[in-house]
């Protein structure tokens, strides 16, 4: 193959391999005019002519350099063309847009300008965008967050690939350098245009391109290669981590209402980079989908939840939650309110076919009644599921939170019991001891304490006509 055409062959390859565009598929490519995304839109046309896939141009003019905005435009206009490829823009007034919200331009315009492409690919069928990053961006970017003083994750730099709501952004230019990308041009005979903006280094990223980087390139001339392998390699180290993360906090965590129990034998059994992640994850999903853990917050925790003799901590961990460590557990999450009480009142259970179900949004269970026309066996198959006597089983039934002075009839035991002490020795939590549930009678009667205890109320005998089967499971909407 001739030298010209390596590039474009390496990169068919990687669109073919790497991101799977195949015969058919439609791609959005989002094209600045910039000397980057000029090369990407013809290696990507080029790709498409010979795979038997197609290629659509999207640019967005933001409007902020004038009749120099307007020269990118029609360029980019003109060459998609004179290249055969469908063109979409967009032409925002972002200088008016961040007057009226008071929005960062650059976080502003990043937000209109993906809502176009989405939308542009949307309009095209299209499952995937295209966006010009490349190995000098990715060494940008990794010296700036190592500057920020970022961890292994912000290391991993820019990724190859990531969802874009129900679609994907690609990155197939990322492992090729701004050299030969300009080669390439000159090669091809692929016109762009120069952004005069990239040139002030008031923007950090420029100021890093145009200084730091060249500064730092004395002491080490690969420094840009060396900082794109480092990527690469904390990008596959990441991903390994998050996954074993995923795993241990599966096995050593629980949805506990809105926040999470932990057990702190298995956490302090773990490798301390596994603890730290696992707090991360819990702390990054509580707070919302852009939230970032602080390293300060995720080091409290770690220390709390390994010390050797804790009888009871709480530390405010920011963001409105708390850690509370009790009994050799713990709890993530909301800061509990020691007051707040819930009741749900279930006052028909359906006929024989149908099911009720009932959410418990503070303690993060489902509780599903039903008929039963006869038992064939009234033990439960699990502390998660009881059997009542129908006939015995004054309406409405009602699941609440556990109130002072509260007694149970607890099933084999003569007498009754307090709740407070069901929950201490069952080593419940204090602080979490108001969530914990309870299904009570039309009479008032605590019948049953899921996962803890029954009552001797209601019980299925030989000659029961017809019982009512509960059940009580985690919410599925309790994830992280």
Same mark, same amino acid.
């Given at each position: ?89 967009? *032409?925002?007034?972002? &200088?008016?847009?961040? /007057? ?7 976080? %502003? !315009?990043? @937000?209109?300008? #993906? ?101 730092? *390139?004395?002491?080490? &001339?690969?420094?840009? /290669? ?7 390699? %904390? !990008?596959? @180290?990441?991903? #390994? ?109 359906? /006929? ?129």
């Amino acid at each position: 193959m001739e030298a010209q055409d390596e590039l474009g062959a390496r990169v068919a390859r990687s669109l073919r391999d790497t991101f799977g565009i195949g015969p058919g598929a439609r791609v959005v490519a989002a094209v600045s005019g910039g000397a980057d995304s000029m090369a990407m839109l013809h290696l990507l046309k080029a790709a498409a002519d010979r795979d038997g896939w197609h290629v659509i141009a999207a640019h967005v003019n933001h409007g902020f350099r004038g009749s120099e905005s307007q020269a990118e435009a029609e360029l980019v206009r003109d060459i998609a063309a004179a290249w055969g490829i469908p063109f979409e823009l967009a *032409e925002i007034d972002m &200088p008016a847009y961040i /007057a009226a919200t008071g929005l960062n331009p650059q976080a %502003a !315009s990043r @937000e209109r300008r #993906y809502a176009f492409l989405r939308e542009a690919a949307r309009m095209h069928g299209a499952a995937s965008i295209a966006v010009a990053h490349h190995a000098d961006d990715q060494a940008e970017t990794v010296l700036m967050r190592m500057l920020r003083g970022s961890g292994v994750t912000g290391l991993a730099g820019i990724p190859l690939r990531r969802g874009e709501q129900e679609l994907e952004l690609i990155r197939p230019l990322l492992r090729i350098t701004k050299s030969e990308l300009l080669a390439y041009n000159v090669r091809q005979g692929v016109p762009s245009a120069s952004d005069s903006s990239n040139a002030k280094t008031h923007y950090l990223r420029n100021s890093v391109r145009l200084e730091a980087l060249p500064y730092l *390139e004395r002491y080490n &001339p690969d420094l840009r /290669a060396g900082l794109a392998r480092l990527a690469e390699l %904390a !990008s596959a @180290e990441d991903d #390994y981590m998050e996954a074993a993360a995923i795993r241990a906090l599966a096995a050593g965590a629980e949805r506990s209402g809105a926040g999470w129990r932990l057990d702190a034998d298995v956490f302090r059994g773990l490798h301390l980079a596994l603890q730290r992640r696992m707090i991360k994850l819990i702390l990054n999903g509580l707070a919302g989908p852009h939230a970032q853990a602080r390293f300060e917050q995720v080091e409290e925790i770690v220390a709390t939840l390994t010390a050797e003799r804790p009888d009871i901590a709480r530390i405010d961990v920011g963001s409105g939650l708390a850690l509370i460590r009790e009994y050799g557990y713990a709890y993530i999450g909301p800061a509990p309110d020691a007051q707040a009480g819930y009741i749900y009142t279930v006052a028909e259970i359906p /006929a024989h076919s149908g099911e009720l179900e009932l959410s418990v949004p503070e303690c993060g269970l489902v509780f599903r009644f039903s008929r039963e026309d006869e038992i064939v066996d009234p033990t439960p198959g699990s502390r998660w599921e009881a059997f009542f006597d129908e006939a015995e089983l004054p309406m409405p039934l009602a699941v609440r939170s556990r109130m002072p002075g509260d007694r149970m009839d607890p099933l084999g035991l003569n007498g009754s019991k307090k709740v407070q002490d069901i929950l201490v020795d069952a080593k419940v939590p204090r602080s979490l001891r108001h969530l914990n549930p309870l299904l009570v009678d039309g009479a008032g009667r605590i019948l049953w304490m899921p996962g803890l205890r029954r009552s001797r109320h209601a019980v299925p005998g030989e000659g029961t006509g017809g019982a009512i089967r509960v059940t009580c499971s985690e919410s599925s909407h309790h994830t992280v």
